[in-house]
Nanobody, 115 residues
Framework: QVQLVESGGGLVQPGGSLRLSCTAS????????MGWYRQAPGNQRELVAT???????KYVGSVKGRFTISRANARYTVYLQMNSLKPEDTAVYFC?????????WGQGTQVTVSS
């Protein structure tokens, strides 16, 4: 079984920064894709960014140039550096791991951007 644990959410003013972390435990294959999704109240969950085990990245257009996804050397931890945050970035952010045709989710961490 795979478990994902997120941390790093919180309240930040517009223009501020936050860094989210997600650590995976359990049986992790060398080939996988880790990523971040978010869900705001009343909205569907949407992709924010993903990174493959080969370090290829993908971002939703609204965060390009502001958010950076990366992986730790151990490759079981993924980060999301969020800069120039906007009120519309407010959401619950979920860590995601895809491997061997299966998908796993973290419990989510709240990010609130407000003055």
């Amino acid at each position: 079984q795979v478990q994902l644990v997120e941390s790093g959410g919180g309240l930040v003013q517009p223009g501020g920064s936050l860094r989210l972390s997600c650590t995976a435990s359990g049986i992790i294959f060398s080939s996988n894709v880790m990523g971040w999704y978010r869900q705001a109240p009343g909205n569907q969950r949407e992709l924010v960014a993903t990174i493959t085990s080969g370090d290829s990245t993908k971002y939703v257009g609204s965060v390009k140039g502001r958010f950076t996804i990366s992986r730790a050397n151990a490759r079981y931890t993924v980060y999301l550096q969020m800069n120039s945050l906007k009120p519309e970035d407010t959401a619950v952010y979920f860590c995601n791991l895809k491997q061997a045709f299966r998908e796993y989710w973290g419990q989510g961490t709240q990010v609130t951007v407000s003055s």
